[in-house]
């Protein structure tokens, strides 16, 4: 066989497959662990966007339901009524943990209301809290993917191309043919940490960002309603 015939076999062998699924399945095996780990975090990262999305949307709108209702100017016993026999969150809860304490100094007959105004408050600080832990559950997930995800992708990045160079002084041939494929493995990593860190980032933030507005708005619902809350202690004392 000639060289002209050599050459013309080497052009019609196939290449090195550079689809994603062919990277992945070319890749090793640290590589892989890397890229699976990286696309199982994203797939973590986006269920917990949506259900945090789907919370904070509830949040508001049973929010604005209940000052609607709180302000209209029905009585605060009817309203408790209506609450105390089903969950509650946000402003309701707050509400009904408020009331529950109240009618608890009633209905055990205390005629000092000493004290009273100090436990109502630290019932609302309980329960405003607890909401809050509600509501951030899961955030430090994302947080953690945003800030380890592309880091973790460099890794597998950089165990990648050590892998191609080994490869290449093995082979020695330098040829961008036989470089390339390893390359645009190895920083398939470092895209798909990307791909993690960057919507889970975004998310972080915003959801941060909501969850301190309904925290604000809960806190200032509890300074209104201790108030008219003291004002009837005042008025029975």
């Not at 470089?179 to 398939?188: K, R, S, T, Y």
Request: hydrophobic share 50%; net charge neutral.
């Amino acid at each position: 066989m000639n060289a002209a015939d050599l050459t013309q076999t080497a052009l019609a062998a196939p290449g090195p497959d550079l689809s994603l699924i062919g990277m992945f399945l070319q890749a090793h095996i640290v590589v892989k662990l890397v890229m699976i780990g990286l696309l199982a975090a994203s797939i973590w990262c986006w269920a917990i966007i949506i259900d945090k999305s789907i919370s904070f949307t509830r949040a508001r709108k049973s929010m604005d339901r209940f000052e609607k209702i709180f302000w209209s100017g029905q009585s605060l016993e009817e309203l408790y009524r209506s609450l105390v026999s089903r969950p509650n969150q946000g402003l309701a809860a707050v509400f009904v943990a408020a009331m529950r304490e109240w009618k608890r100094s009633h209905e055990a007959g205390r005629t000092s209301f000493l004290g009273l105004t100090d436990r109502i408050e630290k019932v609302i600080e309980v329960t405003i809290t607890r909401e809050m832990e509600r509501l951030e559950a899961r955030l430090l997930v994302l947080a953690t993917v945003g800030s380890a995800g592309p880091f973790i992708g460099l890794f597998g990045t950089v165990w990648g191309i050590m892998t191609s160079f080994q490869a290449i002084a093995a082979s020695k041939n330098t040829n961008l043919a036989v470089v390339a494929p390893g390359i645009a493995e190895a920083l398939f990593a470092t895209a798909l940490g990307l791909a993690a860190a960057i919507p889970a980032v975004l998310a972080y933030n915003k959801f941060t960002s909501d969850a301190g507005r309904i925290g604000s708005r809960m806190d200032s619902f509890a300074d209104e309603f201790s108030a008219i809350l003291s004002r009837q202690i005042d008025d029975r004392s």
